[in-house]
């Protein structure tokens, strides 16, 4: 529009038909796609345009006919009222309200002004002949609801709930009965007579739609889905299975085929093989299948999984059953970098307007909903603290369940002070609100035509896809459009980046995709508990379950990844001693070996149900998928009805009733926790190929999990650990060797990934390997500046590659400080001067290739010298380190204390994280580094403290209350060395976090000597002369201390043990003297 006017005004408008909904739909999307300032909104020319099968009613206050009383006059406000009524005729409605506040402290103008505008709009309604109704402006549902609706409007508006100026309602917008509407409007009955009117004018109209599919485009010679369908299920399926596909396979072709056929769904099968063979065409990974879907032999023959259903015992009607028609959902899983690829190409293919993202609706949680109470009411930062901890962690946890859970909860609504119950009963109002709006994590919805023929769209910023439905999935569905879901899994990336790895460090491709599942390393990988890094099998409790587990097949990690989940769990031991004979195997029928071996007699899989159900009772496919159904949702009725069929079934074919009864009482325990076994098939897959690249190329796949946690320190630390546990070196970045992620040298050596330098960005790193890759290594730092583009690689760049160290392999005699040293404040650093020398290099470079005679002769300039200065200490190089990359790689603060943790540290901090299993209260020792402390203070005055301890292997949460926080607190500073005896229990809210109780903390530096009374030394004879003699004697006497000296003197035949009275040492300072001299031995007790 050449001129828009940014006044709004309110408007109600209401389908009275399938046309009417349609033209809302129309109405809402142009409002979000084309509405002034993004703000959603639409004017008078579309509401012409798209008014028919439309009610208007003329809304609040806020309405145009309103605003324009109160503000314009009466003509003013005549002539939009004739504007609608010209638009809607008998169609449009004046809308009169009555909110009058029955409490001072709420809103009491609003009844004032609709006083004045009512009377204005019954005689303008009079003298136009347009029909008044009676209404209520409805934003809670009950009268009691009012206070949490003024809290929610604070929460809305940034506001307290004491601020005089802020928002209020009236108090009476809630949804008011025929009764009190009745009351309200005595003097104008035919007000309320009117709305029944509006009511009658509604006609019905399904909005429940059958299937609407995409159309897809047939190549040439073929007129139907249905056949295309079928020549390239049986093309894909001979290249799966070769020419001779047997019997049952064509079988079962041919079943899956016809089902898809009568169900009407050949189109889906087509659409996703399409965008699949797009993806693959375009380099990107994607997942072996994942739920159900796998369970299908037509979609294995087509590539939309890679898991034989037929081989595994994956059953079709568990994806689509024949007897009841339901949509078929395939989830598919792509590398999550390539995954907005395939989402561009889809939008590509069918339109941006036939492509959208599922909305999806942000409401208040538990948490969430105290907090912000709190914040509205003004309760202490400390009580809303201690409420919000009350609350146990575990997803979906509702406040009512809380309070149930905890008692203490329940005593603060209960008795406790008022403030603080306030705050408990209105987060309990207030919580599952909606606060906002945002996009499925991968639900995709992919039209016939344009969506908003279907459901009202909004736009989407900073995404491939431009729109997102305004309904949710659910409605979606029910409206018949068709839902994918499109995930993003980093575990194929970090797949992909690995066989890169490989492929740069060793020259192999490696065909992940037909890797052997019988391969003896990678299976004694998962025996031996080693699978950090891996997909799905990297807990502490299952590393403890697959070391005793021992797995020697395929069909255990399938079986294990099903098991290992709340409830099955409990069958995993069972499982195990099964697997190595020392429990019996038993089988309540011998029929059932057949579907049940695998999994040593232990019913595993909702599949096994169902194929057992066919084979003793003669279910059909379709039965066998309800039952199912009807065990996994208890549904009674359902069960009830089968059972009969069931104990029918098996009685006529001559089995035990009694054993019939026992087994189905089974089902019904176990049918709740059994699993989809097509899901954990294929997630087993992808297990396997993780495991199988870290028995086979550990370094390169390890390096690849560390490119995919830079962004998480912890994790990277965690990793870090696994490298040095298993003998890999991890190097620090190199100018000459990095690229932007963790790659392998020639050696095995990972180098880390220059991206993940702070103040090097992407295109740094792209110049930094493009240059070298078309015109040789760095030669030294200078002719790094001259050859590189300066201007991507500046020189913050310049600096954080020189404190991460990239460049000691060109100035192996150079120390970090050179870099950066410079004579005083107003001298460039050495840095600044190298840089000024590359621009300068460059532009006679380029002046001399620009010549047009090329009588340019290229001046050379003299190359920087390096200053001399003094190195920085060992601390503060690791320090800065640890700022550029995030943690300590050429070395560890803690190295320092090599002794003290030799023999007084039973734990590192990983391992104390992963005592989920452990005995309650399992004492443990350990040392770090303090990295965060934030001490606050309660009501009641007292101060508390929580802090964050670091060593080599991770980080831990501590928190110090009381006495404690007045003994230990001054202990506790940032960049302080500490020493912690304690307790590991399991967080009582969550089982599976560990929960550390600190009983003793002090200065690791006092560790030695404070702890050690006695020091053993071995000493060989034959080492023994008079400048060691003298060396050691010199050195006891320069460390006096506490500790007293055992010595045991060394040869061949002889330990002659001496104890030098005499003499105590100061063990910490000794014992540096000892290290440094390897052909001592000693001990610290």
Request: net charge negative.
């Amino acid at each position: 529009k050449e001129k828009v006017d940014a006044k709004r005004f309110h408007l109600v408008l209401l389908a009275k038909n399938e046309i009417g909904y349609k033209n809302l739909i129309k109405l809402s999307s142009i409002s979000f796609a084309e509405g002034y300032y993004y703000k959603p909104r639409i004017d008078k020319e579309l509401i012409r345009k798209y008014h028919e099968g439309i009610i208007a009613t003329s809304a609040c206050l806020g309405g145009e006919i309103s605003q324009k009383l109160m503000g314009n006059g009466i003509a003013e406000a005549e002539k939009a009222l004739l504007e609608y009524k010209d638009i809607f005729g008998d169609d449009f409605y004046i809308e009169l309200q009555r909110h009058q506040a029955t409490d001072p402290e709420m809103n009491t103008e609003v009844y004032k002004d609709q006083i004045f505008v009512n009377k204005s709009l019954i005689k303008l309604a009079k003298e136009h002949n347009v029909k008044l109704i009676a209404t209520n402006d409805v934003h809670f549902l009950n009268d009691e609801d009012s206070a949490a609706h003024d809290r929610l409007i604070c929460l809305n508006t940034g506001k307290d709930i004491d601020d005089k100026k802020r928002m209020k309602y009236t108090g009476q917008e809630f949804l008011k009965t025929r009764l009190e509407m009745a009351q309200l409007f005595g003097d104008l009955p035919e007000a309320i007579a009117n709305t029944q009117e509006i009511a009658d004018k509604v006609e019905l109209y399904e909005l429940n739609k059958s299937p609407i599919m995409p159309d897809f485009v047939l190549p040439e010679g073929f007129t139907n889905e249905d056949d295309y369908l079928k020549h390239i299920s049986y093309e894909g399926a001979h290249m799966r299975w070769g020419d001779d596909l047997g019997e049952e396979r064509i079988e079962r072709l041919n079943f899956e085929l016809e089902t898809i056929k009568k169900m009407g769904f050949p189109g889906y099968f087509l659409i996703v093989w399409d965008f699949l063979k797009a993806a693959r065409d375009m380099g990107v990974s994607v997942g072996p299948g994942r739920g159900s879907a796998a369970g299908s032999a037509v979609a294995y023959s087509l590539r939309i999984t890679e898991i034989d259903p037929l081989k595994y015992n994956l059953l079709f009607e568990r994806f689509l059953n024949p007897d009841r028609i339901s949509m078929p959902d395939i989830d598919i899983d792509f590398d999550d970098e390539g995954r907005e690829k395939v989402l561009a190409w889809v939008k590509e293919k069918y339109g941006a307007k036939r492509v959208a993202h599922l909305i999806t609706f942000g409401s208040m949680a538990a948490k969430s909903a105290i907090k912000d109470v709190a914040r509205v009411q003004k309760l202490p930062l400390s009580e809303a603290i201690k409420l919000t901890k009350l609350i146990p962690e575990r997803p979906g946890i509702s406040l009512e369940g809380a309070i149930k859970e905890v008692s203490e909860l329940k005593t603060i609504l209960e008795e406790g002070n008022e403030d603080t119950r306030s705050v408990l009963e209105y987060a309990k109002r207030l919580e599952g609100s909606v606060r906002n709006t945002g996009t499925h994590a991968c639900g995709i919805i992919i039209s016939k035509d344009d969506l908003e023929n279907y459901v009202p769209i909004n736009t989407v910023k900073g995404s491939t896809l431009d729109y997102a439905t305004q309904y949710d999935g659910h409605y979606v569905e029910d409206i018949g459009l068709l839902k994918m879901d499109f995930l993003g899994l980093k575990t194929l990336t970090v797949i992909k980046d690995a066989l890169k790895n490989i492929k740069l460090s060793k020259g192999i491709d490696v065909d992940i995709e037909n890797v052997s599942l019988t391969d003896e390393t990678t299976y004694q990988l998962y025996s031996n508990g080693e699978t950090s890094g891996l997909f799905q099998f990297e807990s502490d409790g299952m590393k403890k379950h697959l070391r005793n587990l021992k797995p020697t097949k395929f069909e255990d990690l399938i079986a294990m990844n099903a098991l290992y989940r709340p409830g099955p769990m409990e069958y995993i031991d069972s499982f195990i001693a099964r697997k190595h004979g020392d429990e019996k195997i038993e089988y309540d029928l011998p029929e059932m070996e057949e579907y049940l071996a695998e999994t040593y007699g232990i019913t595993v899989y909702q599949e096994q149900v169902m194929l057992l159900s066919r084979k003793l009772a003669g279910f059909t496919r379709g039965q066998s998928d309800s039952l199912r159904k009807a065990m996994g949702k208890k549904i009674i009725a359902m069960m009830d009805e089968l059972k009969v069929l069931f104990v029918e079934g098996c009685e006529k074919n001559g089995h035990d009733l009694k054993k019939v009864e026992k087994i189905w009482k089974d089902w019904e325990a176990f049918a709740k926790y059994a699993f989809n076994k097509s899901h954990a098939t294929c997630y087993s897959f992808v297990s396997y190929q993780t495991a199988y690249l870290k028995a086979h190329y550990p370094a390169e796949y390890l390096a690849s999990v560390l490119s995919h946690e830079l962004k998480d320190v912890s994790k990277l630390n965690f990793y870090l650990s696994e490298c040095n546990r298993m003998g890999i070196k991890v190097l620090g970045p190199n100018i000459n060797e990095s690229y932007s992620k963790f790659t392998v040298n020639a050696k095995g050596e990972i180098h880390y990934g220059m991206e993940g330098i702070k103040g090097v960005g992407g295109a740094a790193v792209e110049a930094i390997v493009k240059e070298r890759d078309e015109n040789g290594n760095y030669k030294n730092i200078f002719d790094f500046v001259s050859r590189i583009n300066l201007k991507s690689v500046n020189k913050k760049a310049v600096e954080a590659l020189a404190i991460a160290g990239a460049f000691e392999e060109l100035h192996p005699e150079v120390h970090r400080a050179q870099y950066f040293f410079k004579l005083n404040e107003n001298e460039d650093s050495f840095i600044e001067r190298i840089i000024k020398f590359g621009n300068k290099t460059q532009s006679i470079a380029n002046s001399a290739q620009a010549s047009l005679f090329g009588d340019i002769e290229e001046v050379q300039i003299q190359n920087p010298i390096f200053p001399e200065c003094e190195a920085w200490s060992n601390l503060k190089k690791l320090n800065l380190e640890k700022e550029a990359i995030g943690f300590y790689l050429s070395g560890h603060p803690l190295d320092s204390y090599k002794s003290t943790f030799q023999f007084f540290v039973s734990n590192d901090i990983n391992s104390i994280n992963q005592l989920v299993d452990s005995h309650s209260h399992q004492a443990v020792k350990f040392a770090g580094i303090v990295t965060r402390e934030v001490v606050r203070e309660g009501k009641n005055g007292n101060k508390y403290g929580f802090y964050t301890i670091e060593d080599k292997s991770g980080s831990i949460d501590i928190a110090l209350f009381k006495d404690n926080f007045l003994k230990y607190n001054h202990l506790l500073q940032i960049d302080n060395f500490v020493y912690i005896k304690g307790n590991v229990k399991a967080n009582y809210f969550n089982k599976d976090k560990t929960e550390l109780v600190s009983n003793e903390i002090m200065m690791l530096e006092n560790v030695m000597d404070e702890n050690s009374s006695l020091l053993k030394i071995q000493i060989l004879l034959n080492e023994i002369d008079n400048d060691f003699t003298n060396s050691f004697i010199e050195t006891i006497k320069n460390n006096p201390g506490s500790t007293k000296l055992k010595l045991f003197i060394k040869d061949d035949k002889e330990l002659i043990e001496m104890s030098p009275k005499s003499y105590k040492v100061s063990s910490s300072k000794f014992v540096d003297y000892l290290n440094n001299n390897t052909n001592l031995k000693f001990k610290i007790s």
